[in-house]
């Protein structure tokens, strides 16, 4: 009788890791890596069972000082082994965007990061190393991984835009059209040539993404822009916290006037009408956000309660009328 076969079995070579991921629960066994012989006692128990063998458990099986030596045994034994890169890439929680202090990166902005991996680990194994692939796979590079020998491919993130299930049609014609043929190696020329041009593919390289604060600034001087340029006088109060915004305001907007209404942080704290300054929170301006103060203002109106509101009016309808 044959014996049962499995698709894959997983086999621990180590359980040290380099990271500490939050949804991966501590150990409490000692560090260890697996030893040559023990390794070699492993493949002849598993090999009537399974054609593939999956170093991933605990551990970070790349780790392991004897990994070329062991992935040679097994070679020669039968038994097959493949690297899955990358279906996430945890980055640090610096903005608080989320309440906790590691998040995931994934999609096409993964895929600069993840082709990189790609080409260092076929390099160091000089092909021979089957990889899987996820990391910001799309329509767009999908062709050209597959031309480099790196598949299987697994796609997630491409399906959560608009039209996202209608594109994995695009994508399973785009392969059909491409010869097959089984695997033989890593085209390790392709891989780094592949990830030299996601450097520069404007696909993955962008400018860096402005902050909501920046970005609503910017679309009150745009808005202001469009109604002065109908002949429409616009007066548009807005915490102006960047230099850049208010240098485009000044040239673009028609008749652009600045006034930096200037209170005190003493000021502010004693009026503090919503709590906010008391309380010391992160996002209000001047407190835990940085601001960059206006230094070309064409007026200047003290807020510190020196003056009542009816004089600022006055001053502001002055240096109107003498043009200030």
């Given at each position: 009788?044959?014996?049962?076969?499995?698709?894959?079995?997983?086999?621990?070579?180590?359980?040290?890791?380099?990271?500490?991921?939050?949804?991966?629960?501590?150990?409490?066994?000692?560090?260890?890596?697996?030893?040559?012989?023990?390794?070699?006692?492993?493949?002849?128990?598993?090999?009537?069972?399974?054609?593939?063998?999956?170093?991933?458990?605990?551990?970070?099986?790349?780790?392991?000082?004897?990994?070329?030596?062991?992935?040679?045994?097994?070679?020669?034994?039968?038994?097959?082994?493949?690297?899955?890169?990358?279906?996430?890439?945890?980055?640090?929680?610096?903005?608080?965007?989320?309440?906790?202090?590691?998040?995931?990166?994934?999609?096409?902005?993964?895929?600069?990061?993840?082709?990189?991996?790609?080409?260092?680990?076929?390099?160091?194994?000089?092909?021979?190393?089957?990889?899987?692939?996820?990391?910001?796979?799309?329509?767009?590079?999908?062709?050209?991984?597959?031309?480099?020998?790196?598949?299987?491919v697994t796609m997630a993130t491409t399906a959560l835009k608009p039209g996202g299930y209608q594109r994995f049609t695009q994508i399973a014609e785009k392969l059909e059209a491409l010869p097959f043929a089984p695997?033989?190696?890593?085209?390790?020329?392709?891989?780094?040539?592949?990830?030299?041009?996601?450097?520069?593919?404007?696909?993955?390289?962008?400018?860096?993404?402005?902050?909501?604060?920046?970005?609503?600034?910017?679309?009150?001087?745009?808005?202001?822009?469009?109604?002065?340029?109908?002949?429409?006088?616009?007066?548009?109060?807005?915490?102006?916290?960047?230099?850049?915004?208010?240098?485009?305001?000044?040239?673009?907007i028609p008749g652009y006037y600045e006034v930096y209404l200037e209170a005190s942080m003493d000021t502010l704290r004693r009026r503090d009408q919503k709590g906010l300054y008391s309380r010391n929170a992160d996002?209000?301006?001047?407190?835990?956000?940085?601001?960059?103060?206006?230094?070309?203002?064409?007026?200047?109106?003290?807020?510190?309660?020196?003056?009542?509101?009816?004089?600022?009016?006055a001053l502001l309808c002055w240096a109107a009328k003498e043009g200030v």
């Amino acid at each position: 009788m044959e014996p049962l076969r499995f698709k894959k079995i997983y086999l621990e070579i180590t359980n040290v890791c380099n990271l500490r991921c939050p949804f991966c629960p501590p150990g409490r066994r000692p560090p260890a890596f697996m030893g040559r012989e023990e390794y070699l006692r492993a493949l002849e128990q598993l090999r009537p069972y399974t054609q593939y063998l999956y170093f991933h458990v605990k551990g970070e099986p790349l780790l392991h000082p004897l990994l070329p030596e062991f992935l040679a045994l097994a070679g020669e034994r039968g038994l097959e082994f493949g690297l899955k890169l990358s279906n996430t890439f945890p980055v640090e929680v610096k903005n608080k965007e989320l309440p906790a202090e590691e998040m995931y990166m994934a999609g096409k902005s993964l895929f600069p990061l993840t082709i990189e991996m790609a080409r260092r680990v076929s390099r160091d194994f000089d092909g021979r190393l089957r990889l899987s692939y996820s990391g910001g796979a799309d329509y767009f590079n999908i062709d050209r991984l597959f031309q480099c020998g790196v598949w299987p491919v697994t796609m997630a993130t491409t399906a959560l835009k608009p039209g996202g299930y209608q594109r994995f049609t695009q994508i399973a014609e785009k392969l059909e059209a491409l010869p097959f043929a089984p695997f033989t190696r890593v085209d390790t020329a392709g891989v780094e040539a592949l990830a030299l041009a996601a450097r520069r593919d404007p696909l993955h390289v962008k400018a860096v993404k402005p902050l909501p604060r920046r970005k609503l600034a910017e679309s009150y001087g745009r808005l202001c822009a469009l109604l002065s340029n109908q002949g429409v006088t616009v007066v548009c109060c807005t915490i102006s916290m960047f230099h850049s915004v208010r240098a485009w305001n000044r040239a673009n907007i028609p008749g652009y006037y600045e006034v930096y209404l200037e209170a005190s942080m003493d000021t502010l704290r004693r009026r503090d009408q919503k709590g906010l300054y008391s309380r010391n929170a992160d996002n209000v301006a001047g407190v835990g956000l940085q601001v960059e103060l206006p230094d070309t203002a064409d007026l200047i109106l003290d807020n510190n309660g020196q003056s009542t509101p009816e004089e600022q009016v006055a001053l502001l309808c002055w240096a109107a009328k003498e043009g200030v």
